[in-house]
Antibody, heavy 121, light 107 residues
Framework: EVQLVESGGVVVQPGGSLRLTCAAS????????MYWVRQTPGKGLEWVSF????????HFGDSVKGRFTTSRDNGKSSLYLQMNNLRDEDTALYYC??????????????WGQGTLVTVSS | DIQMTQSPSSLSASVGDRVTITCRAS??????LAWYQQKPGEVPKLLIY???TLRSGVPSRFSGSGSGTDFTLTISSLQPEDVATYYC?????????FGGGTKVEIK
């Protein structure tokens, strides 16, 4: 069974940093590109980041570009989101999601349960 | 950036009704368009990809159509378990934008 389990969400002050982790299991992790998607409480979905199977190519949404980075450790079947210079508007539930290609942009066929990040002083 | 505009933002329909949700892209997205269903308190789930391909296990009352910039999700006969918010997403190029969502309720 494919499983994605996010962790690392906490309450953090504006300007702070945080690293989220997504632990994958039930599939060959390095066969797939991976995504982070966030959802503000009570609102819609926002794409955050994309990373190819080998971490060689990453892309970010405009609202996080320059502040967030993503990486992966295929040996540990883990995906990471490093979040720096956090703002109030980064408060959201962060989902890890699997693509359906190793390289290309695709839809997300599996999603984790999410981890909540709250940015507040 | 490409905007994905869903309409309506919410709707209320009776069980058995045909429901149509529209997603309009501000630029051509070819057929790289997916639909997701998010039931209250749950994680988004993929329903349809490549505009019209139904994910395995998704009831056949769901269908997708469209091309270019205009896409549609149709529920042919609304069921109580279809109460959810539905999102479209383009994935032909970054940014991989989601629509704002359509909340479907039972009348």
């Amino acid at each position: 069974e494919v499983q994605l389990v996010e962790s690392g969400g906490v309450v953090v002050q504006p300007g702070g940093s945080l690293r989220l982790t997504c632990a994958a299991s039930g599939f060959t992790f390095d066969d797939y590109a991976m995504y982070w998607v966030r959802q503000t409480p009570g609102k819609g979905l926002e794409w955050v980041s994309f990373i190819t199977w080998d971490g060689g190519i990453t892309h970010f949404g405009d609202s996080v570009k320059g502040r967030f980075t993503t990486s992966r450790d295929n040996g540990k079947s883990s995906l990471y989101l490093q979040m720096n210079n956090l703002r109030d508007e980064d408060t959201a539930l962060y989902y890890c999601a699997r693509g359906t290609s190793a390289h290309a942009f695709t839809y997300c066929d599996c999603w984790g349960q999410g981890t909540l990040v709250t940015v507040s002083s | 950036d490409i905007q994905m505009t869903q309409s309506p933002s919410s709707l209320s329909a009776s069980v058995g009704d045909r429901v149509t949700i529209t997603c309009r892209a501000s630029q051509v997205t070819k057929n790289f368009l997916a639909w997701y269903q998010q039931k209250p308190g749950e994680v988004p789930k993929l329903l349809i990809y490549d505009t019209s391909t139904l994910r395995s296990g998704v009831p056949s009352r769901f269908s997708g159509s469209g091309s270019g910039t205009d896409f549609t999700l149709t529920i042919s006969s609304l069921q109580p378990e279809d109460v959810a918010t539905y999102y479209c997403q383009k994935y032909n190029s970054v940014p991989l934008t989601f629509g704002g969502g359509t909340k479907v309720e039972i009348k």
